[in-house]
């Protein structure tokens, strides 16, 4: 039996991908959408069936649940499934089912959550399982509903799922949260910085205004002050930011000098939300005028922890 202490994501996932597995299943305790987005996205062409067995003992945040909607619906690749029963599962399965030629399943148990700190940040063991008992687990799942159920409110309670509903003129619910507990932030200038009356012509909210590019592409910049921090994770790795509005987005840190905050998988997601909320018609040039009559020339980030962050533009 094989035992692996390090390179978890390499060992675990992606060497079993790129021999030609596709479909993927998994228990565990905690998941993050972050870690999962990294896999489902940077795998095109994996199925994941995940069950997360910690959901009503220490309930997953309403935002998660809209994530995990969201890329199942972008995806269609992915499907998620919540505890709902007495004895909580603190287990952590991987199972490549049986697909075309292969021999047999492929299993590993041990102690990593389905998260980037399982996989990635921290210490964990995952070792090789008999396949043959790891399939019927899956076989006598128990006591899971699917993430899409209509009423799936009367099973699983989310973190936050009333604050989430008071309106935006009322305040966001997360927003008040964020603030009350002094979460470390800093604010991100969305004019520039030599002169606070100017907007970027080719860049930050106008990055796609030049020749040969989607005209709504746009990226946050960020100010040295940050990015000489460890606010943020590395550069390149996934995280959530959440809005005050209520919408979401897989961001990452990119540019030379970590200088840009952008949406990995299509540049032109964080231009067409500002030039929405901002009123402006998409593909547009922002102006900061349009800022002037918004009234407001920047953004604040607020750091939940390593892959969860709070954007308020309220």
């Given at each position: ?92 399965i991987i199972y490549w089912e049986q697909e075309g030629l292969f021999a047999s399943e492929l299993a590993f148990v041990g102690s990593a ?202």
């Amino acid at each position: 039996m094989l035992v692996y202490k390090d390179r978890l994501f390499n060992n675990i996932i992606l060497n079993p991908y790129n021999k030609g597995r596709r479909k993927l299943k998994v228990i565990t305790a905690y998941a993050s959408p972050a870690f999962l987005h990294h896999v489902l996205y940077g795998l095109n062409e994996i199925e994941i069936e995940m069950y997360i067995g910690m959901t009503k003992y220490q309930p997953i945040t309403v935002w998660d649940h809209k994530e995990y909607l969201k890329m199942a619906s972008e995806t269609n690749r992915l499907s998620v499934n919540y505890f709902y029963g007495e004895r909580p599962v603190h287990s952590k399965i991987i199972y490549w089912e049986q697909e075309g030629l292969f021999a047999s399943e492929l299993a590993f148990v041990g102690s990593a959550n389905f998260t980037r700190n399982g996989y990635v940040n921290y210490s964990e063991i995952m070792a090789e399982a008999d396949p043959i008992e790891i399939g019927n687990i899956f076989n006598d799942i128990g006591e899971y509903i699917d993430f899409k159920h209509p009423n799936i409110e009367e099973y699983i309670t989310f973190t936050y799922q009333s604050d989430l509903k008071s309106s935006e003129k009322e305040g966001s619910g997360l927003g008040k949260i964020v603030k009350e507990k002094e979460y470390k932030h800093f604010d991100f200038p969305l004019t520039i910085k030599s002169d606070r009356r100017k907007i970027h012509q080719k860049s930050g909210l106008n990055w796609g205004q030049r020749p040969d590019r989607e005209s709504n592409q746009a990226y946050i910049p960020i100010p040295k002050e940050v990015y000489t921090t460890d606010f943020f994770p590395d550069k390149k790795m996934q995280f959530n930011l959440i809005t005050d509005d209520g919408e979401s987005f897989t961001c990452v840190v990119a540019q030379e000098n970590n200088k840009a905050l952008e949406t990995p998988e299509d540049n032109s997601i964080l231009g067409k939300y500002f030039r929405k909320r901002l009123n402006v018609p998409l593909g547009s040039f922002v102006r900061v005028e349009d800022l002037d009559r918004y009234g407001r020339h920047h953004v604040t980030i607020y750091k939940i922890n390593n892959e969860t962050y709070f954007m308020d533009f309220s």
